[in-house]
């Protein structure tokens, strides 16, 4: 069978009784005019592209040509993939090396969608788990190496979100040459390290790129991640006496919800509004001596560390977002005995250099800082609140972030959505950008983390939703489920509203709950 025989897909238009149009798509054979078979794409002309392959992959064919992102290189994961056409190209930039792509189009039964895959903090390889899972869920997805491959030393011309933009640019019409039609809906939907950021660059330097994005755990500040990482690292290993053993994450924790947990009405092991939380842990104080069941002063002063925001030693500025209570369980990551991966890689790449130690040179927070903030490192950010072009587009953009992230401080998410509020104004921000605080959750909505429930919730849907009816959403209801406790709904409210128990009825039942301001 052919890619023209497989490849096209016919697109119709229902007019519902309510006057909605509403498009699907049929599998079969379009008219000559409408679409191109996949091989044919290899004649592609596109401005300083060149397409190198165009071929039509079989259902279940695919194998990796590199290891893939995360390293176990399992061939298993594309066992279920749909027959699709493959694109690979290369776009050219001035005065630097050329930009790998690949463009992945289903066969059949697309959705009309386009959803490029987050392409890693660095880049070097191409995302293809990403976009194994987006094409099976009916997207066309693609990707790119960011111009080079393999690791390395960080390239920062290539952390820049030039090579992305290029990439999805290409993409489009690689797309409507496929199926004779462009893509009815552009979304990106990532989390985390190099998803949100690739999404956030998106949104503020490339308005025209996409139509709808969500950025979920944010890493906004690239600059200071590392720096937050080493503060609650620092604060728990300014000396001996400083360390919390794990084993007392619990005491704490259960201090948190002592404090806190009941205050929007019921007691369900969850804090739903962290930010307000008064919780001191010199509550916890031990009163003769060290105990399992209580802190000593030294670690009374670094669990209060951790949960007071970043801020620069000299001019007092805030530096990242805080870890507020409610997240304890999962402070080993970063307070543990050693620090968070990233902070290590991101001091010897960019702040100093391959020899530097942590336990020989423990960071300050002053000229370390304004080391990391140098001038030529500001393009790997993704911080700059000026919305305005997407939003005058029509683009809606979907903060979501985990109060119980254990990987960066969830007071991040709020930074960045309130300096956007006061960048383009409250109005504008009403109509197309909305935060979502998830309580309880960790980094990302559909993922399982030990000391969280794995928490469900269609963004997409959510997002083309808004995009076509115009209506943003106030509030969301997500599925919890797993972490021991009962399976749940759970309504969140659009910050800076929160959940009330109404006083009545089953507690895991989003409906017996309301949005009020907190």
């Not at 039609?181 to 979304?187: G, R």
């Amino acid at each position: 069978m052919t890619g023209e025989d497989v490849g096209p897909l016919l697109k119709n238009t229902l007019l519902l009784a309510s006057g909605m149009a509403v498009v699907f798509w049929c599998s079969g054979r379009a008219p000559a005019h409408a679409a191109a078979s996949c091989e044919s794409l290899a004649s592609l002309s596109l401005p300083n592209t060149t397409v190198t392959s165009a071929q039509l992959v079989d259902a279940g064919a695919f194998t990796s040509p590199a290891p893939r992102r995360g390293g176990d290189g399992a061939a298993a994961a594309f066992k279920d993939l749909p027959a699709f056409c493959r694109v690979s190209g290369s776009i050219k930039r001035a005065g630097d090396t050329d930009v790998k792509i690949e463009v992945w189009m289903p066969a059949r039964q697309w959705n009309g969608h386009l959803q490029p895959a987050a392409s890693g903090f660095a880049g070097g390889t191409i995302g293809y788990t990403e976009m194994a899972q987006l094409i099976k869920g009916g997207s066309a997805t693609a990707n790119t190496n960011r111009g080079h491959d393999g690791g390395g030393p960080w390239k920062l011309s290539d952390m820049n979100n030039v090579p992305y933009h290029l990439m999805v640019e290409q993409a489009k019409p690689i797309v409507a040459a496929y199926y004779g039609s462009a893509p009815t809906f552009t979304v990106m939907n990532e989390c985390g390290g190099g998803g949100s950021r690739d999404a956030l660059m998106e949104v503020q330097s490339w308005p025209a790129d996409l139509d709808a994005a969500a950025a979920q755990g944010i890493v906004y500040y690239s600059t200071h991640h590392g720096i937050a990482h080493m503060w609650v690292y620092q604060a728990t290993h300014k000396s001996d006496a400083s360390y919390i053993p794990p084993a007392k994450y619990p005491v704490i924790h259960q201090g948190a919800l002592d404090a806190c947990d009941a205050k929007d009405g019921v007691k369900d092991g969850v804090i739903e509004d962290p930010e307000r939380c008064r919780f001191d842990p010199g509550t916890l104080l031990c009163r003769n001596g060290d105990a399992p069941t209580c802190l000593t002063a030294p670690q009374v002063e670094a669990a209060r560390t951790i949960y007071k925001a970043p801020v620069h030693a000299r001019t007092g500025q805030k530096i990242y977002g805080s870890m507020p209570p409610g997240g304890e369980l999962g402070w080993e990551a970063m307070a543990g005995p050693t620090p968070y991966p990233f902070a290590p890689g991101f001091y010897r790449q960019l702040v100093f250099d391959e020899n530097w130690d942590y336990k020989t040179h423990p960071v300050n927070f002053d000229s370390d800082v304004d080391k990391a903030d140098a001038p030529e490192h500001l393009v790997i950010n993704a911080n700059n609140p000026d919305v305005s072009g997407f939003i005058g587009r029509g683009g809606k953009l979907m903060i979501i972030g985990g109060w119980n992230d254990h990987t960066l401080g969830p007071g991040s998410n709020v930074d960045y959505y309130q300096s956007v509020v006061r960048k383009v104004g409250a109005p504008a921000a009403r109509a197309s950008v909305r935060l979502f605080m998830i309580p309880g959750m960790d980094h990302c909505l559909g993922e399982s983390y030990p000391t969280a429930p794995t928490v469900n919730f269609d963004v997409v849907g959510a997002l083309k939703q808004w995009k076509t009816t115009g209506k943003a959403p106030d509030q969301i209801i997500v599925a919890e489920s797993g972490n021991g406790r009962p399976d749940r709904k759970r309504l969140v409210c659009a910050y800076p509203r929160i959940s009330q128990y109404k006083g009545s009825g089953d507690t895991g039942d989003a409906m017996n709950f309301v949005c009020k301001n907190p």
